[in-house]
């Protein structure tokens, strides 16, 4: 029987590599702003219509910062917060937890980093597959009391 709370290694391997996006998406993000460098184009498209670069721009943009916002609320949502700093700089740049910033820690146990970032994962995961921050946090609960 697999344990509920643990992601397999591809569902891990797919939130991790959303992560290691987190500062391209939000770089392209801000290249995106104002429809930089969008050209018209008058020709019809397949379906009869023309093309709207500018809406095809603001829809991309929208997308992405979806992306970004999700990976924020997750984080945020993780012990009330506490963690947030730390789980970004770790899980999204890639820090060590041996090189992590002591301030970003709200306690200096080991242990207790490595469940909220476990945490973390598996409320990515699940929030990126349909459920809700809320769903998710009491599927959690459910199985563990995390605090």
Known sequence: ???????????????????????????????LLGAR???????????????DPVAATADKREHILQTVHLIDRTAQAVDGGRWYKALIHNTCYGVPYDKLDLSTLPTSHRWDFFKARRLFYWLLYHCRHGQTITEAERAWTEWNDFS
């Not at 397999?8 to 391209?24: D, F, G, K, S």
């Not at 460098?37 to 093309?51: A, C, E, K, M, V």
């Open 37 to 51: 460098g969008q050209s018209f184009d008058p020709q019809p498209h397949g379906d009869g219509t023309h093309g």
């Open 1 to 31: 029987m697999s344990d509920p709370q643990r992601l397999t290694r591809w569902q891990y391997a797919e939130v991790r590599a959303l992560c290691r996006q987190y500062e391209e998406l939000r770089s392209q993000a801000a290249l």
